[in-house]
């Protein structure tokens, strides 16, 4: 059965990554994952397959993990009989509250509660994109030559500025992404992320490479802008609403190029909010 729920897993994450080409407005790879996802589907059980389909069809999430004892979806304590059925992987368990499929996880990263981004105490409530990020998440200058050099970069900033507990188990979570499908997309955009960081909430951090790096986008554009994401499973479909935001906002030269000239972190910072007041609520 681990076979079967790690096959659903990835089928999942396929049908995300389908979902958020189409956020961002990007053909690059489509035909390659409608392939996958066909191939991956007619290997699973008849009756698994409808069942995915029908889960697949409310909301992005069909099959998630426990994260501390709770269904990573809803929200709902878990008796522990049912944790520890889950944890057999005899057959398939669902979540008694929402009905998504649950499966049990090793240690994913984790996001450090008292420092997610716009949850500060003593300062006014946050609008936009200042939900997301902050100041000190924006790396005007990153150094690295490659993709996942410069991944690493991002994750280890994170970590440094305490926003993630382990930055090497985020860049390894983040490159097994990376495989599946590239998120570099038109415009020498690129979306990395990681999926499943719980204990906080969506959190955003904005690298910028005045070079270039190969991200693996259409053709042969170098990836220029990258707007790295950690998100709680909960958060997934809110996500692609915010990547069609980012996209939207940075669609248009003068955007790009205005983030591109910011030296500092501040700079990047008021730039980012500034240009993304429109699309992003
Ligand atoms: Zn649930």
């Given at each position: 059965m681990?076979?079967?729920?790690?096959h659903?897993?990835?089928?999942?994450?396929?049908?995300?990554?389908?979902?958020?080409?189409?956020?961002?407005?990007?053909?690059?790879?489509?035909?390659?994952?409608?392939q996958?996802?066909?191939?991956?589907?007619?290997?699973l059980?008849?009756e698994?397959?409808s069942?995915?389909?029908?889960?697949?069809?409310?909301?992005?999430?069909?099959?998630?993990?426990?994260?501390?004892?709770?269904?990573?979806?809803?929200?709902?304590?878990?008796?522990?009989?049912?944790?520890?059925?889950?944890?057999?992987?005899?057959?398939?368990?669902s979540c008694?509250?929402?009905?998504?499929?649950?499966?049990?996880t090793?240690?994913?990263?984790?996001?450090?509660s008292?420092?997610?981004?716009?949850r500060?105490?003593?300062?006014?409530p946050?609008?936009?994109?200042?939900?997301?990020?902050?100041?000190?998440l924006?790396?005007?200058?990153?150094?690295?030559?490659?993709?996942d050099?410069?991944?690493?970069?991002i994750c280890h900033?994170m970590?440094?500025?305490?926003f993630i507990?382990?930055?090497t188990?985020?860049?390894?979570?983040a490159?097994?992404?990376?495989?599946?499908?590239?998120?570099?997309?038109?415009?020498?955009?690129?979306?990395p992320?990681?999926?499943?960081?719980?204990?906080?909430?969506?959190?955003?951090?904005?690298?910028?490479?005045?070079?270039?790096?190969?991200?693996?986008?259409?053709?042969?554009?170098?990836?220029?802008?990258?707007?790295f994401?950690?998100i709680?499973?909960?958060?997934s479909?809110?996500?692609l609403k915010?990547?069609?935001?980012?996209t939207?906002?940075?669609?248009?030269?003068?955007?790009?190029?205005?983030?591109m000239?910011?030296?500092?972190p501040e700079?990047l910072?008021?730039?980012?909010?500034?240009?993304?007041?429109?699309?992003i609520?």
């Open positions: 681990q076979k079967i729920i790690n659903l897993v990835q089928l999942q994450e396929l049908t995300l990554a389908r979902a958020e080409q189409d956020a961002s407005m990007s053909s690059g790879h489509l035909d390659q994952l409608d996958s996802i066909e191939t991956l589907t007619n290997e059980p008849l698994t397959q069942m995915m389909a029908r889960m697949l069809n409310k909301g992005p999430l069909a099959i998630v993990p426990i994260a501390n004892k709770n269904c990573s979806a809803c929200g709902m304590s878990l008796p522990l009989s049912v944790i520890q059925a889950v944890r057999s992987a005899d057959k398939l368990h008694p509250n929402c009905g998504r499929v649950l499966y049990y090793t240690a994913a990263p984790r996001q450090t008292t420092r997610s981004a716009g500060r105490r003593q300062e006014p946050k609008v936009g994109i200042e939900r997301f990020s902050a100041p000190e924006m790396i005007p200058r990153l150094e690295s030559g490659d993709r050099g410069i991944i690493a970069e900033h970590e440094e500025k305490s507990d382990n930055g188990l985020l860049t390894e979570e490159l097994k992404r990376e495989a599946i499908v590239s998120t570099a997309v038109d415009h020498g955009l690129a979306f992320h990681v999926r499943g960081v719980e204990g906080g909430g969506l959190t955003l951090s904005l690298g910028i490479s005045e070079k270039g790096v190969k991200f693996g986008g259409p053709g042969r554009t170098l990836t220029r802008i990258i707007f994401m950690v709680p499973t909960a958060a479909a809110f996500y915010l990547l069609s935001g980012l939207h906002a940075f669609r248009k030269e003068d955007a790009r190029e205005k983030l000239s910011e030296e500092t700079g910072w008021k730039a980012l909010v500034k240009l993304t007041k429109s699309s609520s």
